[in-house]
């Protein structure tokens, strides 16, 4: 793929997000050689900088490209930090454009990027539809998604805090974007090992033929964090676990395991089949499935390793009071013909033990018992993809125990890809802004995928929120989670905690 000359505009430019996350990628995308060859950066936010004062901040004094700053070639980060430039946008976002209008038709002129503009809303949710209107009024949003002199716009995730929002802010978007020029980050698909379950499932005929409710016992999914809500309280409290992880970046990871096989790899087949995968979950309505199938919790203080840490509670700007759950569990159904009757068990989590998002694929354990002292809690094959860290594929099966008899254990074939002496990882935001530079939105989600996800969270949020005695049960900060969500996945053997 070619990627043509174009100037990225950066809304949210002080922000931290910009600074940690994009300008990172960026520079790492230079330093791979894969800009093109006119590329130009414009920030802008309401904070008043010059562009050298930009140039600072987000390179020169930036504590995230310290390292490079420190170690590279002086010249070298001088032409990065060189096709930086900042624009004032005055006290709010939803002031006139017009300076910003001649700023980007000035630029666009001196540097030669043909009239192809990026849009990238590092922003609140609330702020891209006035952002889109004012790009709209400035005549700047006119252009496709694809060919030269286009014009796209990214907008970062929370996409919505409910389907309703989620609808409205499609709409609100809509209205001044063409769907193929809306770039709907996850940057969960950006990981190449969430790419990978595509590669594992459909380019392996060991796998495939396997990949239903014929074979599979129950598909189980954990995302742990080590981490609490750091500095973002006001936003977590509002937000919880199943908005912030179960509803973007899980479902995607979910949609990915129960898709069908897509014709072939265009970003539209593909996101066909993912949206009627999400579609195709199981809406739980009932206060009762309601209740067995979903569980609620939040971290208290503990100690790790001799130090006191806080419960979520303490967290600066959360409600001493809050309900608001800093671990969810759920489990679900699949109503399609492949995955009739099959679990799936999803948790996520902050406090947790060990930071790790992993997929377990748990098979059947064959129909009949030939060796009589296979262990029986340990006597299923796993696949087990690693998301991260340590990012690659496990796959547990039965070998004989040399010696008398037929004893069986459990084996490991796991494969790292750390061990592939030519893999380069690229960093989750890197890829993705690399791929809407060539307007390539396979890894994007689609208005469509959005809201699919949004359908099925919606009555869980409700429940949480007004259902009766819907208990937020507590676990100690660097535990597994709630005694009791062991219940919800006990007929299926217990959760794996990955590590113990
Ligand atoms: C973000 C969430 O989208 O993903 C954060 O808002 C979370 O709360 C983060 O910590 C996790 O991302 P990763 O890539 O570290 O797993």
Known sequence: NSTSNQLLVIFGASGDLTARKLIPALYHLYEGGHFPENFVVLGASRSNMSDEEFRK?????????KEEVKTKDAAFIKKFADIMYY?????????????????????????????SFMFYLSTPPSLYEPIAKNLSDQGLTKGSGNDKGFRRIIVEKPFGYSLETAQELNKGLQKYFKENQIF??????????????????????????????????????????????????????????????????????????????????????????????????????SEEELFHNTMRGQYVASSINGKRVKGYREEEGVDPESKTETYAAIKFFVDNWRWKDTPFYVRTAKQMPTKVTEVVIHFKTPHHQ?????????????????????????????????GQGFQVERANMDFYYSSLSDSNIMDAYERLLLDAMQGDATLYARADEVEAAWAFVDPILEYWANGQDVNTYGYPAGTWGPKDSDDLIEDSNGWRNPGE
């Not at 901040?57 to 490209?65: D, G, I, N």
């Not at 624009?87 to 030669?112: A, H, M, P, V």
């Not at 595509?198 to 598909?219: A, D, G, K, M, Q």
């Open 57 to 65: 901040k987000v390179v020169y004094e930036s504590p995230y490209l």
């Open 87 to 115: 624009q004032d946008l005055g006290d709010d976002y939803d002031s006139d454009y017009t300076d910003l209008k001649n700023r980007i038709e000035s630029l666009d002129k001196e540097c030669k990027t043909n009239g």
């Open 184 to 285: 709907r980050i996850d940057h969960y698909l950006g990981k190449e090992t969430v790419q990978n379950l595509l590669v594992t499932r459909f380019s392996n005929s060991i796998f495939e033929p396997l990949w239903n409710r014929n074979y599979i016992h129950h598909v189980e999914i954990t995302n742990a964090e080590t981490v609490g809500v750091e500095k973002r309280g006001g936003y977590y409290d509002k937000s919880g676990a199943l908005r912030d992880m179960f509803q973007s970046h899980l479902l995607q990871i979910v949609s990915l395991i129960v898709m069908e096989p897509p014709i072939n790899s265009n970003a539209e087949e593909i996101r066909n089949e993912k949206v009627k995968a999400l579609k195709s979950l199981r809406i739980m309505r």
């Open 370 to 402: 030939v060796f009589k002292d296979q262990d029986i809690n340990n006597k299923d094959n796993k696949l087990i993809i690693r998301i991260q860290p340590d990012e690659g594929i496990l796959i547990k099966f039965g070998v004989k125990v040399p």
